[in-house]
Nanobody
Framework: QVQYVESGGGLVQSGGSLRLSCATS????????MNWVRQRPGRGIELISR????????TYADSVKGRFTISRDNAKKMLYLQMNSLKPEDTARYFC????????RGQGTQVTVSS
């Protein structure tokens, strides 16, 4: 079955950086666009970044553009999210998924940014 195992979250001060990783299994990773979504406290799922199958096309939500970078390693079936200049409003649980609405997502990894 499809599995996502996110890691790399934690507590960081405003302005800091984190790199999230997502190990995937159970599906043909290299034929799917992959996504990072997040859920902030009390809010719904937000699609924040997408990456094409080969990694040559990336998109970002305005809220993270210029600060976050998505990447992938098809050989390892891994997805990454480099997060720089973190802000308190980035506090959320982050998930990787091949769906854009977050359906089927795994446990995610918690990111907490203190001011």
């Amino acid at each position: 079955q499809v599995q996502y195992v996110e890691s790399g979250g934690g507590l960081v001060q405003s302005g800091g950086s984190l790199r999230l990783s997502c190990a995937t299994s159970g599906f043909a990773f290299d034929i799917y666009w992959m996504n990072w979504v997040r859920q902030r406290p009390g809010r719904g799922i937000e699609l924040i970044s997408r990456i094409s199958t080969s990694g040559d096309v990336t998109t970002y939500a305005d809220s993270v553009k210029g600060r976050f970078t998505i990447s992938r390693d098809n050989a390892k079936k891994m997805l990454y999210l480099q997060m720089n200049s973190l802000k308190p409003e980035d506090t959320a649980r982050y998930f990787c998924t091949y769906t854009t609405d977050g359906s089927g997502r795994g446990q995610g990894t918690q990111v907490t940014v203190s001011s």
